[in-house]
């Protein structure tokens, strides 16, 4: 009896302020969140050039592409959020990312970071649209009243975007496979 009320006094008045949910995401030292892999070996041709290889899968969604020297290279995009916090079965917005990808000697790595969330509404016509707010970085914390939704709708980005870091690395590491060339006949 004594160990549940000592269990009870240290669980009402236990300090959890550190204890923030951040959906799987983790820190940097700026505070932001990031989604970081490294490659030791890269399958990656030297004479191969970086940038046209990585905006061959990034020209499907609307992003812009930037190279910083030969073994650099920055992606500003965004992906489509499918599943909602609250209630609903919609495209719940959109997660905007900044990838960095650099090749390192043999390898290379990449991470995602400057991550915001542009949510989507009904408009008065039953149409889902942007809403006419500004980006939320998912690094901000809501009130007290929202904050248990906000902690599912960044579970969710952070499964987006670590769905699209995978599909990254595995069009990365199918570097050497042969191009199919059409001969006229």
Do not use: C
């Amino acid at each position: 009896m004594v160990n549940f009320v000592m269990f009870l006094f240290v669980g009402l008045f236990a300090d959890t302020s550190g204890q923030i949910n951040t959906g799987g995401f983790v820190t940097d030292q700026n505070g932001k969140y990031v989604v970081y892999h490294q490659e030791e070996a890269s399958k990656l041709d030297d004479k191969q050039h970086i940038e046209s290889y990585i905006s061959k899968f990034f020209e499907t969604n609307a992003s812009t592409l930037a190279a910083d020297g030969q073994e650099r290279v920055t992606v500003a995009g965004k992906t489509t959020l499918k599943r909602h916090a609250t209630i609903g079965n919609y495209i719940a917005g959109d997660v905007n990312y900044k990838l960095v990808f650099e090749k390192v000697g043999e390898g290379y790595r990449y991470w995602f970071t400057d991550l915001s969330y542009q949510p989507y509404i009904k408009d008065r016509y039953g149409k889902i649209v942007p809403a006419k707010v500004k980006p939320i970085p998912l690094e901000k914390n809501m009130t007290r009243v929202n904050q248990g939704s906000w902690n599912k709708q960044r579970e969710y980005a952070y499964q987006t975007i670590s769905n699209l870091a995978e599909h990254f690395n595995e069009y990365l590491n199918r570097g050497d496979q042969p191009t199919v060339v059409n001969i006229p006949q």
